[in-house]
């Protein structure tokens, strides 16, 4: 006897119910080759109902989605009107703690930020371009405002790294590269207060 294969896994709704919708058409075509009538009788009536769920779904989707753009221009407009209403209080009140807090406004104390040392660079990865003797690096920068050492070694040299490079962005284009040789670089952020621990190795076998 032949094997049955009828697909549900890995298809949308709307696919799986044209299938089901398909294939029970299919059936009720040869009356002379159906084993229980009722049996597709009970099924077309469970695939019409969930015929209308789905339309039912697919409409709601779209009031959903209108009533959310509603909302969040009703957000923006109560975040204007709220703010400007605050500031006229503040004027008001020469912007002092007490009389502000007796108004119902929140306050905040202003955030101090400690700078020290940055961390170590993270992600770095290394990519040969399609030119010779290039490799490009990119990382994520643990600060804004740091510089960034670049270093170098190869397999030969393992503990031979040497200072290739310095940049600002989180970036970094490296030219005159001995072709065909593998590279390993790591890359450190720099900041007034001191440098930070290596990052992660990368490697590339440049073209």
Same mark, same amino acid.
Request: charged content about 25%; overall charge neutral.
């Given at each position: 006897m032949a094997r049955i294969k009828l697909t549900f896994r890995n298809k949308s709704a709307l696919d799986q119910l044209t !299938?089901?919708?398909?294939? !029970?058409?299919?059936?009720? %075509?040869?009356?002379? !080759?159906?084993?229980?009538? @009722?049996?597709?009788?009970? %099924? @077309?009536? $469970?695939?019409?109902?969930?015929?209308?769920?789905?339309?039912?779904?697919?409409?709601?989707?779209?009031?959903?989605? $209108?009533?959310?753009?509603?909302?969040?221009d009703l957000l923006r407009e109560v975040r204007n009107k709220v703010l400007n209403a605050s500031l006229g209080v503040q004027v008001k009140t020469g912007g002092v703690p007490t009389k502000l807090r007796e108004a119902g406004l929140a306050l905040e104390a202003p955030k101090t930020v400690k700078v020290g040392k940055p961390a170590a660079p993270t992600n770095l990865r290394a990519v040969p371009t399609a030119s010779e003797g290039e490799v490009r690096l990119r990382f994520v920068r643990p600060l804004w405002r740091c510089s960034f050492d670049i270093e170098a070694r190869t397999d030969a040299?393992?503990?031979? #790294?040497? !200072?290739?490079?310095?940049?600002?962005?989180?970036?970094?284009?490296?030219?005159?590269?001995?072709?065909?040789?593998?590279? #390993?670089?790591?890359v450190r952020a720099t900041n007034a207060h001191g440098e930070s621990p290596w990052s992660n190795l990368a490697t590339a076998r440049v073209k």
């Open positions: !299938l089901a919708e398909q294939t !029970l058409a299919g059936i009720a %075509a040869k009356p002379e !080759l159906q084993f229980d009538p @009722q049996q597709l009788t009970d %099924a @077309q009536a $469970m695939v019409a109902a969930l015929r209308t769920s789905h339309e039912r779904v697919i409409s709601l989707r779209g009031e959903i989605k $209108m009533e959310v753009t509603r909302r969040n040299e393992p503990d031979g #790294w040497k !200072l290739i490079d310095s940049c600002f962005k989180q970036t970094a284009l490296l030219e005159g590269l001995q072709s065909g040789v593998k590279y #390993w670089f790591r």
